[in-house]
C-alpha cells in the first residue's frame, strides 16, 4: 500500500512530467511556427518533451506499483522509465548549454574583429 514517501514521490513525477511537458509542447508548437527557429531548436525541446512524458509515465506505474501491480518487474520498469526520462531531459539540456557556448563564442569572435578606426577612438577620448 501507499506510504507518505510514496505518494510524494509519485506526485512529484506526475507534476514534474506534466509541467514540463506541457511547457516543452508550447514552446515546440511556437517554433513549428518560425522554420529557422524550429531547425535549431527542436533538438533541445523535443528531447525535453518526450523526457517529460517518461517522467510522467514513471509516475503513473509508480503509483500503481504500489496499489495493485506489486511485483519485481513493476519496479524495474519504473526505474527504467525514470532513467530514460532522466537521460532524455539531460540531452536536452546539454544541447540547450552547445548551442549557448556556440553563440557566445560567434558572439566574441564577431566583437573581436570589429575595432574602430584610430581616429574615432582618438576623438572619443
Not at 10 to 22: I, K, N, Q, R, T
Not at 66 to 78: I, K, N, V, Y
Not at 100 to 120: D, F, V
Request: aromatic fraction near 14%; proline fraction near 4%.
Amino acid at each position: 500500500m501507499y506510504t507518505l514517501p510514496h505518494l510524494v514521490l509519485g506526485v512529484f513525477y506526475l507534476f514534474l512530467g506534466a509541467l514540463g511537458g506541457s511547457f516543452a509542447l508550447k514552446t515546440l508548437m511556437a517554433l513549428h511556427k518560425s522554420p529557422e527557429m524550429w531547425r535549431s531548436q527542436r533538438g533541445i525541446w523535443l528531447p525535453i518533451l518526450i523526457g517529460m512524458v517518461f517522467f510522467a509515465i514513471g509516475g503513473v506505474i509508480h503509483f500503481g506499483e504500489h496499489s495493485f501491480w506489486m511485483a519485481p518487474e513493476a519496479d524495474l520498469l519504473h526505474e527504467i522509465v525514470i532513467v530514460m526520462g532522466f537521460s532524455l531531459f539531460t540531452v536536452g539540456v546539454l544541447r540547450y548549454s552547445y548551442l549557448q557556448l556556440e553563440y557566445y563564442r560567434l558572439k566574441c569572435e564577431a566583437i573581436g574583429k570589429i575595432q574602430l578606426p584610430e581616429s574615432i577612438q582618438q576623438e572619443s577620448q
